[in-house]
């Protein structure tokens, strides 16, 4: 489960926000759309493990969504969500591509075994090649490329960057890099993540990537800028 990416396209924000953070709290990483347009762009974009589709969905309802990304990929593992809970809701939402079904109010930790359990039937690959624009990192040699110039980095530096762009335009929090880069027996300083986050920008700019490419949001963590370079291309994963 450990930075498995998922997307979550909910419109109610409390309740995403509520999975979101149980999610982060395991080892996910998650992308939020707010309604059915948003989630086919993000859908279109990233390179997602698995969906959580709410089905009542603005601009494009969740079955809809659902056959549409069902016919961008045969293979990628969807969970629906509905406050509806009788049989012909459950057999539309299965015929129109969703691998399982969820009732709402959602029982977060019945969710997760479901997630796990879809997982293991798929054995869906995490990607291994991440690209944001011109910026590349390959975790099968561990090798960081900013158009094609090779850029060194410390093994923190690193971790710090393929969450970066494993999140993509949505905020990496601080204690999501302490979860999944420091060991919890060796918690970073306070002002560790801000040093390697200093010396990451610099060694990105000086490859060229333009100097704001990692965006702080204040009190709350970082991200990658939407305007400095196009969002992350879908690449297979080497097994």
Not at 133 to 152: A, C, K, W
Request: charged fraction near 30%; charge should be negative.
């Amino acid at each position: 489960m450990r930075n498995m990416k998922i997307l979550l396209v909910e419109d109610d924000a409390p309740l995403a926000d509520t999975v979101t953070e149980f999610l982060t709290d395991n080892h996910c990483l998650v992308t939020v759309a707010d309604d059915g347009e948003a989630g086919l762009e993000q859908f279109k974009r990233g390179d997602f493990n698995l969906v959580l589709l709410d089905v009542m969905l603005p601009k494009i309802d969740g079955i809809e969504l659902c056959k549409r990304m069902r016919s961008e990929d045969t293979d990628i593992p969807i969970i629906m969500m509905t406050a509806r809970d009788t049989s012909t809701d459950k057999i539309t939402g299965l015929d129109a591509g969703a691998d399982d079904y969820i009732v709402k109010p959602i029982d977060l930790p019945e969710m997760l075994a479901r997630v796990r359990a879809l997982m293991r039937r798929v054995n869906a690959p995490i990607p291994m090649v991440l690209r944001w624009g011109d910026l590349q990192v390959d975790l099968n040699v561990y090798e960081v490329t900013y158009q094609d110039r090779v850029i060194s980095l410390t093994p923190k530096e690193f971790g710090i960057l393929e969450l970066l762009l494993r999140h993509g335009y949505n905020v990496l929090r601080r204690h999501v890099i302490v979860e999944h880069v420091w060991s919890l027996d060796d918690p970073p300083k306070e002002d560790t993540i801000n040093t390697n986050i200093k010396s990451l920008r610099n060694k990105l700019k000086a490859a060229g990537a333009p100097p704001d490419l990692i965006e702080t949001i204040h009190s709350v963590g970082y991200r990658l800028k939407r305007n400095s370079d196009k969002p992350t291309e879908k690449v297979a994963a080497k097994v």
